[in-house]
């Protein structure tokens, strides 16, 4: 059982996070629906997972796919919740986690989307992804190259992942206005990619709980927001 103050924290934590991004979107000129927030529920167990969707977060990010799997074995999580598979994924949990049909925010291998196309494939599903575009060329990041990027958009399997477009991080240690750059070169990829191969790639994924912000006064359609909804509730124990 969560007690109900962490309920009630969390849901404080949820509307305020909400109103931010909201904002955020509004002093960009942008429509706050065009942002959704995944709410990355990587550091808590099932049950405060849950407590996350009734608080009113239906888009959930998992950086291990084992997480994903435990948890929907241990609680029925409602049907209009969509998962996402937002960290490094290897290619022999495809088979365990497609079936939750997540979108994958951290395509970093040619091999990779080839696999995600080929398990799609064999399961009848078309699976949405990102490709992650390591910007900062900070080495200790996963992530591809901008010309591995382009490589890999023209080589793309035909069938079974769908490219939605790119997801992206700051290097380590990045202060905002750099993560800012960072965020703005991301786009410019985007758009540049977008329209040499007249390739739709309408999704960013880019911003964390520290840097959000820029993340979206640079286009971000997709927020990956982790411990600011956490706040508060330290007792909740990841799993
Ligand atoms: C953990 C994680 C996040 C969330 O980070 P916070 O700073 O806790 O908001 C976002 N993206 C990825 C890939 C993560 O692993």
């Known amino acids: 059982m969560i007690e109900p103050t962490i309920i009630a924290r969390l849901r404080q934590n949820w509307q305020t996070v909400r109103s931010e991004v909201a904002a955020a979107a509004v002093s960009a000129n942008r429509e706050p629906s065009a942002v959704q927030i995944i709410g990355v529920s990587k550091y808590v167990d099932a049950e405060a997972t849950l407590a996350l969707v009734e608080a009113g977060c239906n888009q959930l990010g998992e950086n291990r ?3 994903l799997w435990k ?6 999580f409602p049907n209009d919740i969509r998962w996402h ?4 994924i290897q290619r022999n949990k495809l088979r365990r986690s497609l079936p939750f049909e997540p979108i994958i925010h951290s ?3 040619p091999r990779l989307l080839a696999a995600i196309a080929a398990e799609a494939v064999a399961q009848s599903r078309v699976i949405k992804v990102l490709v992650e575009v390591n910007i900062s060329g900070d080495e200790a990041k996963t992530g591809l190259s901008p010309e591995q990027v382009e490589r890999l958009l023209l080589d793309r399997p ?9 997801m992206a991080m700051a290097g380590w240690g990045s202060e905002r206005e750099e993560a800012k750059i960072q965020f703005s070169q991301t786009r ?7 329209k040499k191969h007249s390739l739709p790639l309408p999704e960013l994924s880019m911003g964390m709980s520290g840097d959000f912000n820029e993340a979206i006064a640079e286009g971000a359609t997709m927020v990956r927001i982790g411990s600011r909804l956490f706040e508060g509730c330290d007792f909740i124990r990841p799993l």
């Open 71 to 76: 948890k929907n074995e241990q609680i029925v």
């Open 65 to 67: 796919p084992q997480l």
């Open 107 to 109: 395509v970093d291998s």
């Open 188 to 194: 410019q990829l985007r758009d540049d990619l977008q």
């Open 85 to 88: 598979l937002i960290g490094h």
């Open 158 to 166: 035909q069938q079974g992942a769908q490219i939605i477009g790119m």
